[in-house]
């Protein structure tokens, strides 16, 4: 279709508006209808940011973007409104009221009245002024508990589609594989089991609200040399199959996901934004994903201007859209004029732009966007009068009291309890100093995706718009009887140590020491973690380790708690403290958690995702590591961590008993089962995560000593117990042999029963037999567990 044909579109204008049709007519008709320039409209978004006063959104003015003409690209259409709530801080009603009149005027602009789909970050809630601040991806995958993450995506997503936005840029699925990388805090952790399950449960969670949900980063990123932002990736083929694409595999297969955004970085060579084998090979034509590809931010003319792979930016279009990303985001640069000139000379197929746009607009035909009766009115503000901004100011409430109920219940169930020697729960002491740079910063909780942080922190005028208790105000809530000393002694990444005297002199005129460390979340070097806030070392920012030293030395027992977005090295606390509570951005309920883990009034319930070094040095490490990268007697450095992955103790107890092995052997195609008795031995309620691991000792390629293959959350009244049955497929132990295929081969393997990766409980010696077997992405990916009541 040229740019001067003229199309009579009146016979097959009912056709596309007309639901009675299926979709694939639908889109075909009004694809055959459009003119070049209108179809390669739908490929691109526009940033935008909200009106204060309700009015139409203006093009957000990026410093990496030339500015834009909205009139003249709306004659032809657009794909997208990038972020118009997530720009600035506006009253989300007002906001709703000038995304209203923007999609009204964009579909009065373009010939076919197709509106844009509206985008948001929800990485750690609906990232808008006064919705709620969730934890953080990293404290989801403390929770090991996937339903309770579905919930809480589900709250975020019908806040989402009440205000009129369609798609959610989240989860991430990235395994961590350097904890050094900034972007460790939205993350799930670092086994790709782990990620998979707790990230397709959030994916379900928000798409059962009509959002689209967006797979990220795909594939890689966070496997970037030395953990620096964007930087290369250099792993082989096999550890990115096994690691790095089981999340997307799982996700892609079971969560209804329909949406992938690809990565920022090359693998050996190969940016993931121009990789045809990837994009369209793995995720469309193996693995049978049918939704849109969208570019991360900037991503597509990352190919021309970084990764030196496209010579122009009409030929960065065309790589990209060869590869099989179908959206530019997050405003229009190598899709607009260059795509157009690049086509025109013969350098970029029209057929390329064919297929990204019915893909584009039969996910808008989908949401309804096509429909003859779709409407601009959000749900939000059906019945309000709409002419009069006024009326619509202050209707919309995005921190209800449920959403907030549901943050603390993520937030209690996440901190994790490292270690203890009995001083906790904490008597009521009359004198507690709490003492550290976290204990009176309102945003402490909070990671670089909340609202409050990611773009609230640029409008200091403007209040927070939700409530922010400090840790220093939910300690006094919970210890209403204790005096509550405050002292900062150091800054969060400063080296000035002059506070240091006062903070040692009330630690030792205090019952007992809590000290809050951890990190400043913010973009690019503003931050201590967060996008581009990469750390040299595992080293705690700044003067806090020689804080935490000074306080150890006072004679008062110190308890530890970090607020961080990645986990450092403690030093001498990991035998010294009295105990180590660790969250990760809890979230705006997150000091209340662990004030009450701290009173016993919240029993500890979380495990951890990523494991915590002895020694900030010597990185990268993972649990998930071959025998040569665990300690041994061929390197000085041991990497053995001072807590593992999976470690959380408890304020109760738990017994694991009377393993049975059902079924010891079993052929390359079937199951093994095994069980177990499990008691809670203390005196009180308390919930146990059953770890199933799988250790191969004799395999064709290296494996891993060990990984995750299952898990349970099973939670027990005191002296409660139950029988614990599991059956695992051999599937599960597969792995991409030498040819690169997925293979299940013969031979003895060992199942722990486990609570945490450091702490086996129960092994079953089980062995496969029969011939190797290759298996696909249809295969069996989880054990099913069955828990039986005992007396």
């Known amino acids: 279709m040229t740019d001067n044909v003229t199309v009579d579109t009146e016979p097959s204008i009912t056709i596309w508006n007309d639901p009675s049709y299926d979709l694939p007519t639908r889109v075909d008709a009004l694809v055959a209808a459009m003119t070049l320039p209108e179809k390669i409209a739908q490929l691109y978004g526009v940033w935008v940011g909200a009106s204060a006063d309700g009015g139409e959104v203006a093009p957000y003015q990026h410093e990496m973007e030339e500015a834009v003409d909205l009139d003249l690209l709306l004659e032809t259409g ?44 929800c990485l750690a809630g609906f990232a808008t002024w006064g919705a709620t601040a969730y934890p953080v991806p990293l404290s989801w995958g403390a929770t090991f508990d996937p339903d309770l993450i579905r919930r809480m995506a589900a709250l975020i997503g019908a806040d989402m589609r009440r205000l009129g936005v369609h798609q959610g840029l989240a989860p991430v699925l990235d395994v961590v594989r350097d904890a ?26 928000l798409e059962s609200t009509g959002v689209v949900a967006t797979l990220k980063h795909f594939v890689g990123y966070s496997a970037s040399r030395a953990g620096r932002n964007h930087a290369p990736v250099g792993m082989g083929p096999r550890e990115r199959a096994d690691v790095m694409l089981l999340p997307f595999e799982m996700a892609v297969r079971e969560s209804g996901a329909r949406s992938v955004m690809h990565a920022y970085t090359d693998t050996d060579g190969i940016p993931s934004a121009a990789d045809e084998e990837l994009l369209t090979g793995l995720l469309r034509e193996t693995w049978g994903f ?16 970084l990764h030196g792979v496209a010579g122009s930016w009409g030929e960065a279009a065309g790589a990209a859209l060869a590869a099989g990303v179908d959206v530019e985001l997050p405003t229009v640069k190598t899709f607009g004029l260059p795509l157009r000139e690049a086509i025109a000379a013969g350098e970029v197929p029209e057929a390329l732009v064919d297929r990204a746009v019915r893909r584009v607009l039969l996910q808008k035909a989908q949401l309804g966007l096509l429909d003859a009766d779709w409407t601009p009115v959000p749900p939000a503000l059906e019945g309000l009068d709409v002419s009069d901004p006024d009326a619509v100011r202050g209707t919309v409430d995005l921190d209800s009291p449920a959403n907030r109920a549901l943050a603390r219940e993520v937030a209690e169930q996440a901190v994790v309890l490292l270690r203890n020697d009995g001083t906790l729960p904490l008597a009521r002491p009359a004198r507690i100093a709490l003492i550290g740079p976290q204990a009176e910063s309102s945003t402490a909780a909070l990671g670089c995706y909340s609202f409050p942080v990611h773009v609230g922190s640029r409008h200091p005028e403007l209040p927070v718009g939700i409530e922010l208790p400090t840790l220093a105000q939910a300690l006094v809530r919970e210890f209403p009887t204790s005096e509550v000393i405050i002292e900062a002694g150091v800054g969060i990444d400063d080296l000035d140590t002059a506070g240091v005297a006062a903070a040692v002199e009330a630690a030792r005129a205090a019952d007992v020491v809590i ?35 000074a306080l150890l030395d006072a004679g008062t027992p110190v308890v530890v708690t970090l607020l961080a977005g990645r986990p450092y090295a403690l030093g001498r606390a990991v035998d010294e403290a009295a105990a180590i509570v660790q969250s990760f951005f809890p979230g705006e309920e997150g000091p209340a958690a662990i004030a009450g883990l701290l009173s016993g009034r919240v029993e500890p319930q979380g495990r951890l995702p990523v494991s915590v070094p002895r020694s900030p040095g010597g990185q990268p490490t993972t649990y998930l590591a071959a025998r040569l990268g665990h300690a041994s007697d061929v390197s000085n450095l041991d990497p053995t961590p001072a807590y593992g992955f999976g470690h959380g103790l408890s304020y109760t107890t738990f017994d694991w008993s009377e393993l049975a092995v059902e079924q010891a052997t079993a052929e390359t195609d079937g199951e093994l089962r095994l069980a177990f008795t499990l008691r809670n031995s203390g005196t009180r309620w308390g ?105």
């Open 78 to 121: 657009l794909g997208q409104l990038t972020r118009p709530f997530g720009t600035a801080p506006v009253d989300p009603a007002l906001g709703a009221l000038s995304l209203l009149r923007s999609q009204q005027r964009i579909t009065a602009a373009n010939r076919f009245g197709i509106p844009a789909l509206a985008h948001e970050e």
């Open 180 to 205: 050094r990388w900034g972007r460790v805090e939205e993350t799930v952790g670092e086994d790709p089991y782990l990620v998979g399950t707790v990230a397709t449960a959030y994916i379900q969670g």
């Open 290 to 305: 049918t939704g849109t590809v969208v570019a991360d931010y900037f991503g597509i003319a990352f190919l021309h201007a």
């Open 515 to 549: 000290v809050a460390l951890g990190d400043r979340a913010g973009l690019f070097g503003r931050g201590t973690s967060g996008e581009g806030c990469d750390a040299e070392s595992l080293a705690l920012p700044g003067a806090q380790q020689h804080l935490l030293d």
């Open 687 to 791: 919930s146990e995560v059953v770890q199933l691991y799988a250790h191969d000792p004799v395999a064709s390629v290296v494996q891993p000593v060990q990984r995750l293959i299952g898990y349970l959350r099973v939670p027990l009244d005191a002296g409660a117990g139950c029988r614990v049955e599991v059956s695992v497929p051999a599937d599960l132990l597969s792995f991409t042999g030498r040819d690169g295929r997925r293979v299940v081969e013969p031979g003895a393997v060992e199942l722990r029963l486990a609570s945490s990766s450091t702490r086996p409980r129960l092994v079953a010696a089980v062995a496969l037999t029969g011939p190797a077997r290759q298996v696909d992405h249809t295969r069996r990916m989880h054990p099913l567990f069955t828990v039986h009541p005992t007396v």
